[in-house]
């Protein structure tokens, strides 16, 4: 699905990206504004204006995936809607880009590691 390498600072903002767009779509399910849903919806909105290149790179990684647009699902958590059907649409949507990005952490992980157990493969083969 993806095959980006991802710094530990990048892999950092997609775990705050999980977290923040899990908080918001529990909160749109239960319907149950909280101060944490509230303060998810400030770090994402945060996140948006201080790395807009980084998410503008995730939208294009997404698209070419068939997932969802990280920047399009930030700009319409901006307004919650008062139909229910609506609120779990977005929900839904929150849901399935934690999951996306959820995949990326996994699979910058497992690339790192392998890279990393090559290295001592061929260092323990040198000596």
């Known amino acids: 699905m993806t095959e980006t390498q991802f710094t530990s600072t990048e892999l950092?903002?997609?775990?705050?990206?999980v977290n923040n767009l899990g908080i918001l779509g529990s909160q749109l399910i239960c319907?149950?504004?909280?101060?944490?849903?509230?303060?998810?919806?400030?770090?994402?909105?945060?996140?948006?204006k201080s790395d807009?290149?980084?998410?503008?790179r995730l939208s294009q990684l997404a698209r070419t995936s068939g997932d969802e647009s990280t920047l399009r699902l930030i700009e319409d958590l901006e307004r919650v809607?008062?139909?229910?059907?609506?609120?779990?649409?977005?929900?839904?949507?929150?849901?399935?880009?934690s999951a996306f990005f959820g995949h990326c952490i996994a699979a910058a992980t497992k690339q790192?590691?392998?890279?990393?157990?090559?290295e001592c493969e061929q260092t323990r083969t040198l000596n």
Request: aromatic content about 6%; charged content about 20%.
């Open 52 to 56: 807009e290149p980084f998410l503008k």
């Open 31 to 48: 319907r149950n504004p909280s101060g944490i849903g509230h303060l998810a919806h400030t770090n994402l909105q945060n996140i948006k």
């Open 112 to 118: 790192a590691l392998a890279q990393s157990a090559l």
């Open 12 to 17: 950092e903002k997609l775990g705050r990206l």
């Open 81 to 97: 809607p008062d139909d229910p059907i609506q609120s779990l649409y977005l929900a839904r949507r929150c849901l399935f880009a």
